[in-house]
């Protein structure tokens, strides 16, 4: 009788374990199927790192964006949720350059046990100053209006000094209101609007990838190096498309595209400047309104992030079309639900820039 029992628990006994087993097996298999206690955890700051990111990444890495789609990058800023996602994140890659005037705040804020590795992925980049080729225009913008209003042939010498320190004052204040509202320099961030840069965003994320799991780096050598053919047969794209046409001047609501026209050859007129939230002066309107029919402009270019009031003012008072040239800030939802991506809509930039050189 007593034999019985002590086979009866342990019959129990063997039972027990093999359930365990079996639902800790169950467990296992379901976390590799999943993969989220394998992959390395990316956050973006923004579109165009998420999409390279992702790429380079692959099934290796999970990416989150911190902006979702549809919404304005200039106009947006961190809440407690993301800092909570990013001090969970093994990665978090930004682009620099002041593009992202909250990533100082937004790193102090992060938990003091995360372990997160932050990267900026721009360097390496030959970046624009914007304050050369604003002295340049504001020089041109002066004889111009000086040429408008002169009542001879020699205007008085002291009335034309007190117009330049009127126009210098002017742009001050514009350039105070771009700091209160967005960027707080002249060097232009918009770097990942020209496939040139584009591959040197990609090639600083591979390596930031590399060095978070170097376990995977053939894994992103060889994604990396498939996006890079990718972006070089754009570029050389860009490069013979732009090359044969004879207009090199076009305009655009917001100043972010000035790696495109620096990459190609091309001179961007800009209505608003590197903030799509500055106002521009009325003089400043009338001024590129003379320029659209100087340069014999035919559309004027504005984003789908970006209000286009301003573009379609212009647009009239001129006469000539609008035409959409993508800023790839980010997707909007409509963008992402067609599968557009970075590499489709930097194809349709060059063709929309095609047709308003033609």
Not at 4 to 33: P, Y
Not at 233 to 244: F, I, N, P
Not at 270 to 286: F, H, V, W, Y
Request: proline share 2%; aromatic share 8%.
């Amino acid at each position: 009788m007593k034999q019985s029992k002590r086979f009866q628990v342990l019959a129990l006994l063997m039972f027990a374990l093999l359930v365990f087993t079996a639902c800790g097996k169950d467990d296992t298999e379901q976390n590799q199927a999943s993969g989220n206690s394998e992959k390395i955890k990316v956050v973006t700051s923004f579109y165009p790192i998420y999409f390279l990111a992702n790429e380079i990444g692959g099934d290796a890495v999970e990416v989150t964006n911190l902006i979702s789609s549809g919404v304005e990058p200039h106009n947006w800023s961190p809440k407690s949720k993301d800092l909570l996602l990013a001090s969970n994140a093994d990665l978090l890659l930004y682009h620099g350059v002041g593009f992202e005037t909250w990533i100082d705040s937004f790193q102090k804020g992060l938990d003091k046990n995360s372990k997160v590795t932050v990267k900026a992925v721009s360097q390496g980049i030959a970046l624009i100053d914007t304050s050369q080729q604003e002295k340049q225009d504001e020089h041109t913008h002066d004889n111009h209006a000086h040429d408008d209003h002169a009542h001879g042939e020699h205007a008085d010498d002291e009335h034309a000094d007190d117009e330049h320190a009127d126009a210098e004052h002017a742009h001050d204040e514009h350039a105070h209101d771009e700091a209160d509202h967005g960027h707080s320099h002249t060097i232009d961030p918009h770097t990942w609007v020209s496939p040139k840069s584009a591959i040197k965003l990609a090639e600083n994320i591979k390596l930031a990838l590399v060095e978070i799991s170097p376990e995977h780096e053939q894994v992103f050598n060889e994604n990396y190096s498939e996006l890079a053919k990718k972006i070089n047969a754009l570029d050389e794209k860009y490069e013979q498309e732009l090359e044969k046409l004879s207009k090199r001047h076009f305009v655009v609501s917001h100043q972010s595209f000035g790696y495109v026209a620096r990459d190609y050859n091309l001179e961007q007129i800009s209505i608003m400047g590197l903030n799509p939230n500055s106002e521009p002066r009325a003089q400043d309107i009338m001024y590129i309104a003379d320029l659209v029919k100087q340069y014999d402009v035919n559309y004027i270019f504005f984003e789908e992030l970006v209000n286009d009031n301003l573009a379609k003012m212009l647009a009239s008072e001129a006469k000539v079309d609008t035409m959409m040239l993508h800023s790839l800030e980010g997707l909007t939802t409509k963008q992402e639900k067609q599968g557009e991506n970075y590499l489709s809509l930097m194809e349709l930039n060059l063709q929309n820039l095609i047709s308003a050189l033609q």
